[in-house]
T-cell receptor
Framework: GAVVSQHPSWVICKSGTSVKIECRSL??????MFWYRQFPKQSLMLMAT?????????EQGVEKDKFLINHASLTLSTLTVTSAHPEDSSFYIC?????????????FGDGTRLSIL | DAKTTQPPSMDCAEGRAANLPCNHS???????VYWYRQIHSQGPQYIIH???NNETNEMASLIITEDRKSSTLILPHATLRDTAVYYC????????????FGAGTTVTVRA
C-alpha cells in the first residue's frame, strides 16, 4: 500500500488564488520530504527540500516566496502555491525516504495535478 | 551525482523479459544505482537499488557490471501494466537524499 499520501489529487482554480497541497508520510516519520514539479512530456524537476522544524531548501530558480513550504510535523509537509497563474499549472509530486540512513529509497505520493484557469 | 544515459524508448512483448540498459560511466565508489518507474499520471514507484552486487526482488532484477559503469534492469515477465517511463538514477548513499531524474526510457509492452 501507499506509504506517502498526497492531497488533493486534482485541483482547478482561478488565477490569483493560492493553493495548498499536503504530503503525508503514512506509518513512518519523515524529517525530510521533497517536492517535485513535472510539466507535460517532461521529467521530474526537484523544487525544494522540506525540512522538519526548519526552513526549506530551494533549488536554483525556484521562488521561495511563490512556493511556500511548511514542514511542521514529522509526518506532514505542505506546499502552497501563492497567487497561482496559468504557468504554474503542473503536476506536483512529493517524496520521502522511508527511513534515515543514506541508501534508503524514496517513496513518492501519487501527485497533485494543478490547473490554473 | 553521476549522470546516467538511457535509451529514450523500447518495446517489448508481453510475457517476455524486458532488459533496460543504463550507462553511468562516471559513477563514484559510494554511489548507488536506483531504478524507479512512472506510470502515466502517477508518482514514481521505487523498483530496486544496488551498489555493487546484483539484486533481485519481487518486481525486478538489477545487474551491475563489475566496473559499475553500467547496469541492466530486468523485468522477468513483462505485462501490459509494466508500460511506463523507467528512470535509472545514480545517487550518493550518504547524507543528501536528492534524486535527479533524467529523461528515462519509455517502455511499451505490447500484447
Amino acid at each position: 500500500g501507499a506509504v506517502v499520501s498526497q492531497h488533493p489529487s486534482w485541483v482547478i482554480c482561478k488565477s490569483g488564488t493560492s493553493v495548498k497541497i499536503e504530503c503525508r508520510s503514512l506509518d513512518f516519520q519523515a524529517t525530510t520530504m521533497f517536492w517535485y514539479r513535472q510539466f507535460p512530456k517532461q521529467s521530474l524537476m526537484l523544487m525544494a527540500t522540506s525540512n522538519e522544524g526548519s526552513k526549506a531548501t530551494y533549488e536554483q530558480g525556484v521562488e521561495k516566496d511563490k512556493f511556500l513550504i511548511n514542514h511542521a510535523s514529522l509526518t506532514l509537509s505542505t506546499l502552497t502555491v501563492t497567487s497561482a497563474h496559468p504557468e504554474d499549472s503542473s503536476f506536483y509530486i512529493c517524496s520521502a525516504p522511508l527511513a534515515t540512513g543514506g541508501n534508503q529509497p524514496q517513496h513518492f505520493g501519487d501527485g497533485t495535478r494543478l490547473s490554473i484557469l | 551525482d553521476a549522470k546516467t544515459t538511457q535509451p529514450p524508448s523500447m518495446d517489448c512483448a508481453e510475457g517476455r523479459a524486458a532488459n533496460l540498459p543504463c550507462n553511468h560511466s562516471t559513477i563514484s565508489g559510494n554511489e548507488y544505482v536506483y531504478w524507479y518507474r512512472q506510470i502515466h499520471s502517477q508518482g514514481p514507484q521505487y523498483i530496486i537499488h544496488g551498489l555493487k552486487n546484483n539484486e533481485t526482488n519481487e518486481m525486478a532484477s538489477l545487474i551491475i557490471t563489475e566496473d559499475r559503469k553500467s547496469s541492466t534492469l530486468i523485468l522477468p515477465h513483462a505485462t501490459l501494466r509494466d508500460t511506463a517511463v523507467y528512470y535509472c538514477i545514480v545517487r550518493v548513499g550518504l547524507g543528501d537524499y536528492k534524486l535527479s531524474f533524467g529523461a528515462g526510457t519509455t517502455v511499451t509492452v505490447r500484447a
